[in-house]
């Protein structure tokens, strides 16, 4: 039987520790030497391919806005909030208004595009998204927002995506424009 592999971010004050099956990830690479658990190991082997390297890289970019989390994960938080929350998610994801990508047989989203709070969903987020929904997928754009941009003077996009929105869809956009011609 396969093992489900769950990866949460836990801030950066919180050391490494496995609990549960969930892996909390400070140092990625560090955990993997000092720890002979048979999750690293599992984390290990998952991470020798390319996407899983990238889905490994990614996870510092998230998390200062709530990092990644998988969509039934979003859908127990949201269910709590409203009774329509988890149908309205699911639609929401099917629209493709929601940036999501599959990864090791589930299905990610990025938390910045959600209030942690209320789980409202972030229309800064989702405009910027349309920038690129035309010619990136799921996984392109969740990497987009995770990579320096030299339009945001090397910042990366999920960072400036709060406090500088109309800089961070002028970058979408001039990248569109880029794809487009």
Same mark, same amino acid.
């Given at each position: 039987?396969?093992?489900?592999?769950?990866? $949460?971010? !836990?801030?950066?004050? /919180? $050391?490494?520790?496995?609990?549960?099956?969930?892996? $909390?990830?400070?140092?990625?690479?560090?955990?993997?030497?000092?720890?002979?658990?048979?999750? !690293?190991?599992?984390?290990?082997?998952?991470?020798?391919?390319?996407?899983?390297?990238?889905?490994?890289?990614?996870?510092? @970019?998230?998390?200062?806005?709530?990092?990644?989390?998988?969509?039934?994960?979003?859908?127990?938080?949201? !269910?709590?909030?409203?009774?329509?929350?988890?149908? /309205?998610?699911?639609?929401?994801?099917?629209?493709?208004?929601?940036?999501?990508?599959?990864?090791?047989?589930?299905?990610?989203?990025?938390?910045?595009?959600?209030?942690?709070?209320?789980?409202?969903?972030?229309?800064? !987020?989702?405009?910027? @998204?349309? /920038?690129?929904?035309?010619?990136?997928?799921?996984? /392109?754009?969740?990497?987009?927002?995770?990579?320096?941009? @030299?339009?945001?003077?090397?910042?990366?996009?999920?960072?400036?995506?709060?406090?500088?929105?109309?800089?961070?869809?002028?970058? @979408?956009?001039?990248?569109?424009?880029?794809?487009?011609?």
């Amino acid at each position: 039987m396969a093992r489900r592999v769950v990866v $949460h971010l !836990a801030a950066p004050s /919180e $050391h490494r520790h496995f609990r549960k099956g969930v892996l $909390h990830v400070k140092s990625f690479a560090s955990s993997l030497l000092n720890s002979a658990d048979v999750e !690293a190991r599992m984390m290990y082997d998952l991470a020798s391919d390319a996407r899983s390297s990238q889905f490994v890289a990614m996870l510092p @970019a998230f998390r200062s806005s709530g990092g990644l989390a998988t969509s039934a994960e979003i859908g127990d938080r949201v !269910a709590r909030r409203r009774p329509d929350g988890l149908s /309205e998610l699911a639609r929401q994801i099917a629209a493709g208004n929601l940036i999501s990508f599959e990864w090791n047989a589930s299905r990610w989203l990025p938390m910045f595009q959600f209030d942690l709070l209320t789980m409202e969903m972030d229309d800064g !987020a989702r405009a910027v @998204a349309r /920038e690129l929904a035309s010619f990136l997928d799921g996984w /392109e754009i969740t990497t987009w927002f995770a990579a320096p941009h @030299a339009a945001l003077r090397g910042a990366l996009p999920v960072d400036t995506l709060k406090r500088n929105l109309t800089a961070t869809i002028d970058a @979408a956009r001039l990248d569109r424009y880029v794809a487009q011609g």
